[in-house]
T-cell receptor, first 113, second 115 residues
Framework: GNSVTQMEGPVTLSEEAFLTINCTYT??????LFWYVQYPGEGLQLLLK?????DKGSNKGFEATYRKETTSFHLEKGSVQVSDSAVYFC????????????FGSGTQLTVLP | GAVVSQHPSRVICKSGTSVKIECRSL??????MFWYRQFPKQSLMLMAT?????????EQGVEKDKFLINHASLTLSTLTVTSAHPEDSSFYIC???????????FGSGTQLSVL
């Protein structure tokens, strides 16, 4: 079956530091890959996605590249801000259905001023 | 702003009582909503798919008599944890699909603690 393994947190960084949150997956076929973010008190929001190998998803300075050879979709940002403090979830779907979304365990990121 | 409202955000209850969690889509109609559960340090796991006007579809291993789902309108689904026990303590989160925008929106989650 499908599974997502995500870097355990919590992660604490200083403002302007470089961020990497690792995500690897196991899936049948050709999954689509997602990063969701949950800010305090809010629902999960789609941050970025990639639907095929070598695609790069990007949004708000965050990037992740769909690496089929390493089955990875690591999230990166060159310079984090305090406002990036949130929980980040890696997820995949091997079909178009939301019912088939498989999530990682989430990584809590805290950025200190 | 939020397009899916989930309430309450946190609830503490005694063992044996029932707890109802509401999930509302605020600016769109959702024929389908999803309920997830997350235990500490584990993945968000889909519990059930809630269909407006019909019975929910439960994932394997989820007791339908314990986790009652009602989706009586196009903007509201409720999850009732019946006769809650400490092992039901978890983070519950709902999502709803907006077919027009082709997007999935999530609620902010409910942290349930059963004493």
């Amino acid at each position: 079956g499908n599974s997502v393994t995500q870097m355990e947190g919590p992660v604490t960084l200083s403002e302007e530091a470089f961020l990497t949150i690792n995500c690897t997956y196991t899936a049948t076929g050709y999954p689509s890959l997602f990063w969701y973010v949950q800010y305090p008190g809010e629902g999960l929001q789609l941050l970025l996605k990639a639907t095929k190998a070598d695609d790069k998803g990007s949004n708000k300075g965050f990037e992740a590249t769909y690496r089929k050879e390493t089955t990875s979709f690591h999230l990166e940002k060159g310079s984090v801000q305090v406002s990036d403090s949130a929980v980040y979830f890696c997820a995949l779907t091997s079909s178009g259905s939301a019912r088939q979304l498989t999530f990682g365990s989430g990584t809590q990121l805290t950025v200190l001023p | 702003g939020a397009v899916v409202s989930q309430h309450p955000s946190r609830v503490i209850c005694k063992s044996g009582t029932s707890v109802k969690i509401e999930c509302r889509s605020l600016d769109f109609q959702a024929t389908t909503m999803f309920w997830y559960r997350q235990f500490p340090k584990q993945s968000l796991m889909l519990m059930a798919t809630s269909n407006e006007g019909s019975k929910a579809t439960y994932e394997q291993g989820v007791e339908k008599d314990k986790f009652l789902i009602n989706h009586a309108s196009l903007t509201l689904s409720t999850l009732t944890v019946t006769s809650a026990h400490p092992e039901d303590s978890s983070f519950y989160i709902c999502s709803a699909r907006d077919m027009q925008r082709e997007k999935l929106f999530f609620g902010s989650g409910t942290q349930l603690s059963v004493l």
